[in-house]
Antibody, heavy 113, light 112 residues
Framework: EVQLVESGGGLVQPGGSLRLSCAAS????????MHWVRQTPGKGLEWVAT???????YYVDSVRGRFTISRDNAKNSLYLQMDSLRAEDTAVYYC???????WGQGALVTVSS | DVVMTQSPLSLPVTLGQPASISCRSS???????????LSWFQQRPGQSPRRLLY???NRDSGVPDRFSGSASGTDFTLKISRVEAEDVGFYYC?????????FGQGTELEIK
Protein backbone atom coordinates (compact mmCIF):
# COMPACT_ATOMS: atom_id res chain seq x y z
CA GLU A 1 0.00 0.00 0.00
CA VAL A 2 1.30 3.43 -0.97
CA GLN A 3 1.83 5.75 1.98
CA LEU A 4 2.89 9.38 1.91
CA VAL A 5 3.40 11.20 5.21
CA GLU A 6 4.12 14.93 5.22
CA SER A 7 5.75 16.71 8.13
CA GLY A 8 7.37 20.03 8.91
CA GLY A 9 4.39 22.35 8.67
CA GLY A 10 3.73 25.11 11.16
CA LEU A 11 3.47 28.83 11.82
CA VAL A 12 6.16 31.08 10.37
CA GLN A 13 6.53 34.85 10.04
CA PRO A 14 6.52 36.54 6.65
CA GLY A 15 10.00 36.36 5.16
CA GLY A 16 10.79 33.21 7.10
CA SER A 17 11.64 29.69 5.99
CA LEU A 18 10.23 26.23 6.46
CA ARG A 19 11.15 22.79 5.17
CA LEU A 20 8.50 20.21 4.43
CA SER A 21 9.27 16.51 4.24
CA CYS A 22 7.33 13.67 2.69
CA ALA A 23 8.16 10.09 3.69
CA ALA A 24 7.14 7.63 1.00
CA SER A 25 6.60 3.88 1.16
CA UNK A 26 4.84 1.10 -0.70
CA UNK A 27 6.19 1.84 -4.18
CA UNK A 28 9.46 2.32 -6.05
CA UNK A 29 10.34 5.88 -5.08
CA UNK A 30 13.56 6.24 -7.02
CA UNK A 31 12.92 7.40 -10.57
CA UNK A 32 9.29 8.30 -9.99
CA UNK A 33 7.77 11.71 -10.55
CA MET A 34 6.81 13.36 -7.27
CA HIS A 35 4.78 16.49 -6.74
CA TRP A 36 3.92 19.14 -4.18
CA VAL A 37 0.39 20.54 -4.43
CA ARG A 38 -1.15 23.11 -2.10
CA GLN A 39 -4.67 24.04 -1.13
CA THR A 40 -5.47 27.40 0.37
CA PRO A 41 -8.11 27.44 3.13
CA GLY A 42 -11.53 27.06 1.60
CA LYS A 43 -10.14 27.24 -1.91
CA GLY A 44 -8.96 24.99 -4.65
CA LEU A 45 -5.86 23.10 -5.54
CA GLU A 46 -2.65 24.58 -6.94
CA TRP A 47 0.24 22.56 -8.28
CA VAL A 48 3.50 23.88 -6.77
CA ALA A 49 6.49 21.79 -7.87
CA THR A 50 7.51 18.53 -9.44
CA UNK A 51 10.71 16.53 -9.50
CA UNK A 52 11.89 13.33 -11.10
CA UNK A 53 15.65 13.59 -11.25
CA UNK A 54 18.08 16.35 -10.26
CA UNK A 55 17.87 17.76 -13.77
CA UNK A 56 14.09 17.64 -13.93
CA UNK A 57 12.49 20.10 -11.55
CA TYR A 58 9.53 22.30 -12.35
CA TYR A 59 7.87 25.10 -10.38
CA VAL A 60 4.82 27.28 -10.63
CA ASP A 61 5.86 30.88 -11.32
CA SER A 62 4.66 32.19 -7.96
CA VAL A 63 7.21 30.10 -6.02
CA ARG A 64 10.11 29.87 -8.47
CA GLY A 65 13.26 31.29 -6.88
CA ARG A 66 11.80 30.97 -3.36
CA PHE A 67 10.96 27.25 -3.09
CA THR A 68 13.26 24.31 -3.82
CA ILE A 69 12.08 20.76 -4.35
CA SER A 70 14.54 17.98 -3.62
CA ARG A 71 14.60 14.29 -2.80
CA ASP A 72 16.71 11.64 -1.10
CA ASN A 73 16.09 8.34 -2.86
CA ALA A 74 18.06 6.44 -0.21
CA LYS A 75 15.57 7.65 2.38
CA ASN A 76 12.51 7.49 0.12
CA SER A 77 11.87 11.12 0.98
CA LEU A 78 10.74 14.24 -0.85
CA TYR A 79 11.37 17.75 0.44
CA LEU A 80 10.18 21.29 -0.16
CA GLN A 81 12.42 24.08 1.13
CA MET A 82 10.34 27.22 1.34
CA ASP A 83 12.14 30.55 1.77
CA SER A 84 10.97 34.17 1.72
CA LEU A 85 7.52 33.01 2.70
CA ARG A 86 4.53 35.27 2.13
CA ALA A 87 1.04 35.36 3.57
CA GLU A 88 -0.32 34.01 0.30
CA ASP A 89 1.76 30.84 0.76
CA THR A 90 -0.53 29.87 3.64
CA ALA A 91 -2.03 26.53 2.63
CA VAL A 92 -2.18 22.82 3.23
CA TYR A 93 0.71 21.28 1.31
CA TYR A 94 0.30 17.77 -0.09
CA CYS A 95 2.88 15.53 -1.62
CA UNK A 96 1.58 13.31 -4.38
CA UNK A 97 2.88 10.55 -6.57
CA UNK A 98 3.08 10.50 -10.33
CA UNK A 99 0.03 11.97 -12.04
CA UNK A 100 -1.63 12.44 -8.66
CA UNK A 101 -2.41 8.78 -8.12
CA UNK A 102 -1.72 8.89 -4.38
CA TRP A 103 -1.69 11.80 -1.91
CA GLY A 104 -0.50 12.35 1.63
CA GLN A 105 -2.65 13.73 4.43
CA GLY A 106 -1.19 17.21 4.03
CA ALA A 107 0.82 19.63 6.18
CA LEU A 108 -0.55 23.03 7.16
CA VAL A 109 1.73 26.00 6.62
CA THR A 110 0.62 29.31 8.09
CA VAL A 111 2.53 32.49 7.26
CA SER A 112 1.54 35.24 9.65
CA SER A 113 3.05 37.76 12.02
CA ASP B 1 -0.48 28.74 -18.56
CA VAL B 2 -3.35 26.44 -19.49
CA VAL B 3 -6.55 27.63 -17.86
CA MET B 4 -9.00 24.93 -16.81
CA THR B 5 -12.56 26.20 -16.46
CA GLN B 6 -15.06 24.03 -14.64
CA SER B 7 -18.83 24.31 -14.61
CA PRO B 8 -20.99 24.37 -12.70
CA LEU B 9 -19.18 25.42 -9.52
CA SER B 10 -22.07 24.14 -7.41
CA LEU B 11 -24.09 21.05 -8.26
CA PRO B 12 -27.10 20.04 -6.16
CA VAL B 13 -28.23 16.54 -7.12
CA THR B 14 -30.99 14.23 -5.93
CA LEU B 15 -29.84 10.81 -4.74
CA GLY B 16 -30.00 8.26 -7.54
CA GLN B 17 -30.00 10.91 -10.25
CA PRO B 18 -27.17 11.49 -12.75
CA ALA B 19 -24.67 14.33 -12.50
CA SER B 20 -22.33 15.90 -15.00
CA ILE B 21 -19.36 18.24 -14.53
CA SER B 22 -17.69 20.06 -17.38
CA CYS B 23 -14.06 21.14 -17.68
CA ARG B 24 -12.77 23.21 -20.57
CA SER B 25 -9.09 23.78 -21.28
CA SER B 26 -7.74 26.94 -22.90
CA UNK B 27 -5.62 24.89 -25.31
CA UNK B 28 -5.20 21.38 -26.58
CA UNK B 29 -4.14 18.82 -23.98
CA UNK B 30 -2.87 16.29 -26.50
CA UNK B 31 0.76 15.53 -25.72
CA UNK B 32 3.42 14.68 -28.29
CA UNK B 33 2.99 10.99 -27.45
CA UNK B 34 -0.66 11.15 -28.50
CA UNK B 35 -2.03 10.90 -24.97
CA UNK B 36 -4.26 13.48 -23.32
CA UNK B 37 -3.21 13.99 -19.72
CA LEU B 38 -6.46 15.06 -18.13
CA SER B 39 -7.41 13.63 -14.74
CA TRP B 40 -10.38 13.98 -12.40
CA PHE B 41 -10.10 14.11 -8.61
CA GLN B 42 -12.63 13.80 -5.82
CA GLN B 43 -12.12 15.45 -2.44
CA ARG B 44 -14.55 14.40 0.24
CA PRO B 45 -15.01 16.67 3.27
CA GLY B 46 -11.97 16.55 5.51
CA GLN B 47 -10.02 14.24 3.21
CA SER B 48 -7.13 14.48 0.78
CA PRO B 49 -7.89 14.45 -2.93
CA ARG B 50 -8.34 11.07 -4.58
CA ARG B 51 -7.82 10.44 -8.27
CA LEU B 52 -10.85 8.96 -10.01
CA LEU B 53 -9.95 9.02 -13.69
CA TYR B 54 -6.76 9.50 -15.70
CA UNK B 55 -6.13 10.15 -19.38
CA UNK B 56 -9.73 11.33 -19.74
CA UNK B 57 -11.61 8.12 -19.11
CA ASN B 58 -9.50 5.47 -17.36
CA ARG B 59 -10.87 4.62 -13.92
CA ASP B 60 -8.44 4.11 -11.07
CA SER B 61 -8.56 0.95 -9.01
CA GLY B 62 -11.54 0.85 -6.67
CA VAL B 63 -13.45 3.63 -8.42
CA PRO B 64 -17.09 2.63 -8.99
CA ASP B 65 -18.15 2.22 -12.60
CA ARG B 66 -20.84 4.85 -12.14
CA PHE B 67 -18.01 7.36 -12.71
CA SER B 68 -17.06 7.93 -16.35
CA GLY B 69 -15.13 10.47 -18.36
CA SER B 70 -15.27 11.71 -21.92
CA ALA B 71 -13.86 14.41 -24.14
CA SER B 72 -14.64 16.42 -27.22
CA GLY B 73 -11.71 18.56 -28.29
CA THR B 74 -10.88 20.80 -25.34
CA ASP B 75 -14.11 20.00 -23.51
CA PHE B 76 -13.99 17.27 -20.89
CA THR B 77 -16.84 15.77 -18.89
CA LEU B 78 -17.09 13.75 -15.71
CA LYS B 79 -20.37 11.89 -15.36
CA ILE B 80 -21.85 10.09 -12.40
CA SER B 81 -24.62 7.80 -13.55
CA ARG B 82 -26.44 7.60 -10.20
CA VAL B 83 -25.32 9.85 -7.38
CA GLU B 84 -24.85 8.26 -3.97
CA ALA B 85 -24.45 9.95 -0.59
CA GLU B 86 -20.73 9.14 -0.51
CA ASP B 87 -20.20 11.21 -3.67
CA VAL B 88 -20.64 14.49 -1.77
CA GLY B 89 -17.58 16.73 -1.98
CA PHE B 90 -15.51 18.68 -4.46
CA TYR B 91 -14.44 17.51 -7.90
CA TYR B 92 -11.44 18.89 -9.75
CA CYS B 93 -10.07 18.39 -13.23
CA UNK B 94 -6.33 18.70 -13.76
CA UNK B 95 -4.17 18.80 -16.83
CA UNK B 96 -0.59 17.57 -16.74
CA UNK B 97 0.21 17.78 -20.42
CA UNK B 98 1.75 21.23 -20.07
CA UNK B 99 3.89 22.93 -17.42
CA UNK B 100 2.71 24.25 -15.08
CA UNK B 101 0.13 21.62 -14.30
CA UNK B 102 -3.17 23.32 -13.64
CA PHE B 103 -6.43 22.50 -11.89
CA GLY B 104 -9.96 23.62 -12.47
CA GLN B 105 -11.59 25.75 -9.77
CA GLY B 106 -13.52 22.81 -8.38
CA THR B 107 -17.18 21.81 -8.40
CA GLU B 108 -19.02 21.21 -5.15
CA LEU B 109 -21.50 18.34 -5.39
CA GLU B 110 -24.20 18.32 -2.75
CA ILE B 111 -27.32 16.29 -2.18
CA LYS B 112 -30.62 18.13 -2.62
Amino acid sequence: EVQLVESGGGLVQPGGSLRLSCAASGFTFSGSWMHWVRQTPGKGLEWVATMKEESERYYVDSVRGRFTISRDNAKNSLYLQMDSLRAEDTAVYYCATEAGLSWGQGALVTVSS
Amino acid sequence: DVVMTQSPLSLPVTLGQPASISCRSSQSLVYSDGNTYLSWFQQRPGQSPRRLLYKISNRDSGVPDRFSGSASGTDFTLKISRVEAEDVGFYYCMQHTHWPHTFGQGTELEIK
